[in-house]
């Protein structure tokens, strides 16, 4: 009978020690899979600021504008997240026949292609939009749609 204890006794801390290891396992994958999760989402958001600051820039100075560095850095924890937009590719362009917040007729609207990539080193994410913008210059610009590029 004694040895009957003292063998479920180790039976049930057996038992206990490996749900313990299997608790532990799901809990770390658990955290990397969050960790890379912010990691991707950031870099998402980073480049998505990309083509807000295109679109800025696109109704500020028009065709002028080629592209480049984002002149802000951003960072995520430990990581700097590193912003390049492509220089826009004009579809089209046409005149406004009117002009819906009650300025100046006649005003031109262009389209442009925007491309920005946004890359952080440290944790290797990487996220790449495209967008159409619709540009005013001088006016107002609006990001119609955009898509993740592979």
């Known amino acids: ?14 038992t206990m020690t490996v749900m313990g290891i299997g608790l532990a396992y799901v809990a770390e994958t ?3 899979l969050a960790v890379a999760h912010v990691r991707i989402s950031a870099a998402f958001y980073a480049a998505e600021s990309g083509l807000e600051y295109a679109a800025a820039m696109l ?10 560095a984002l002149p802000v850095h951003i960072t995520n924890e430990r990581d700097e997240i590193e912003v390049t937009i492509g220089a826009p590719i004009l579809l089209r362009r046409r005149a406004r026949l009117e002009d819906e917040d009650g300025g100046q007729r006649g005003a031109q609207q262009s ?8 890359v952080s ?17 001088g006016k107002s610009s609006r990001i119609s749609e955009f898509k993740e590029r592979p």
């Open 59 to 68: 109704t500020r100075q028009g065709d002028e504008y080629r592209g480049g």
């Open 121 to 137: 080193a440290l944790s290797q994410t990487r996220a790449c939009l495209e967008a159409d913008v619709d540009v005013v210059p």
């Open 30 to 32: 658990e955290y990397r």
């Open 1 to 14: 009978m004694k040895g009957q204890a003292l063998f479920l006794a180790l039976l049930v801390l057996l």
């Open 111 to 118: 389209v442009y292609r925007v491309v920005s990539t946004a």
